[in-house]
């Protein structure tokens, strides 16, 4: 199936283009599918800090493997592979386990079993958006 919108795009594989970065491998065809999904996200959802946190990582990872490139400075190769595993680090503190313990928290707040394979990104957050109101 073909997505364009945080309206059909299963929760499941929002989470796993974040994780891997692939969006033609969970449904997103074109980069101008997944940069209107992440503006429809943006707009309608927000991003959180781990989010923005990832995004400075990436950005700095980068940075650094210009400037590697050149001057071929050695020590910034090592460097550029500890930023690779903070990287990795933060995406896996941010999706896995907290992702499936999302799902189930707010199956319980419904009351009903939340499918993330079924369950757009749209309906989910507000899902969210409903049980932070209930607090």
């Not at 997944?34 to 309608?44: A, G």
């Not at 930023?83 to 992702?99: M, R, S, V, W, Y």
Request: aromatic share 14%; glycine share 6%.
């Amino acid at each position: 199936m073909k997505y364009n919108s945080i309206e059909t795009l299963p929760i499941y594989n929002y989470n796993k283009i974040i994780e891997t970065g692939n969006f033609i491998k969970f449904g997103v065809q074109t980069p101008e599918d997944w940069e209107k999904i992440e503006k429809e996200f943006f707009t309608q959802i927000g991003y959180s800090e781990k989010y923005f946190e990832i995004m400075r990582i990436k950005a700095d990872l980068v940075l650094t493997k210009a400037n590697y490139y050149k001057t071929n400075n050695k020590a910034l190769k090592t460097l550029i592979e500890v930023k690779k595993a903070k990287l990795t680090q933060t995406i896996g503190e941010q999706t896995g386990g907290d992702f499936t313990l999302m799902v189930a928290q707010v199956s319980k707040f419904m009351g009903f079993r939340v499918d993330p394979k079924k369950t757009s990104v749209k309906e989910f957050y507000g899902y969210i958006k409903l049980a932070q109101t209930q607090e």
